[in-house]
């Protein structure tokens, strides 16, 4: 027995399934599109003083002294070709398959005043401690993530002289893949390395 259907009927039926459908995928990529734009919303580029703090020295005594505390915490430190700049990279291992790594940038300029000083003010202030040199030192961290991604292949060794004898060989090829990747942006960690650079600062 056959049972017959009546198109008329079923095509607005199917036109309101097609919209429907029609529908949830723009909710979907409107909610997709809000998600990805959220980041730099967040980005307000407010007067803070998270990532930068003033030292009362010279550019090259603040960058040695940034370099020394890193070294004192077990960074492994990245080419010294200039003085004004300083980076480092150190290695964690939180979980035996979880690979972290902290990777900072520091650069030192000179703090631009207000006004400069005529020679005769300059000659007058010259003991005044407001006149001593003072650097601004810019430091961002960058978290890198990484996980122990294993593959492994297997392959056969013949040997002729004995005949259809053959040995299985494997081989492991594990690799580190970078998973995830943030600036840090948490003040309380930037606080206690300006600390430490005070510590180890040289005031002239």
């Given amino acids: 027995m056959t049972r017959s259907f009546d198109l008329p009927l079923l095509r607005p039926l199917a ?4 919209l429907l459908t029609a529908l949830s995928g723009c909710s979907t990529s409107s909610s997709g599109a809000a998600a990805k734009a959220k980041v730099y919303l967040d980005e307000a580029f ?5 990532f930068s703090r003033v030292f009362p020295s010279t550019t090259a005594s603040t960058c040695e002294a940034a370099r020394r505390a890193l070294m004192s915490q077990g960074y492994l430190l990245g080419s010294a070709d200039r003085a004004d700049s300083v980076t480092g990279r150190k290695s964690f291992q939180p979980q035996p398959e979880v690979h972290v790594q902290i990777e900072f940038h520091i650069v030192c300029v000179p703090e631009v005043r207000a006004a400069s000083l005529s020679a005769s003010d300059a000659a007058a202030n010259a003991g005044d401690p407001d006149d001593r040199p003072s650097t601004i030192a810019f430091v961002s961290a960058v978290q890198d993530r990484y996980s122990l991604k294993k593959s492994s292949s297997s392959a056969s060794l013949g040997v002729s002289a004995i005949g259809s004898v053959s040995l299985p060989l494997s081989s492991n090829d594990d690799s580190l893949v970078k998973v995830a990747s943030e600036t840090i942006p948490a003040g309380e960690f930037y606080d206690r390395f300006f600390q430490l650079v005070d510590r180890y600062l040289e005031v002239p």
């Fill in 15 to 18: 036109a309101t399934l097609a």
């Fill in 46 to 50: 407010s007067n803070t003083e998270t």
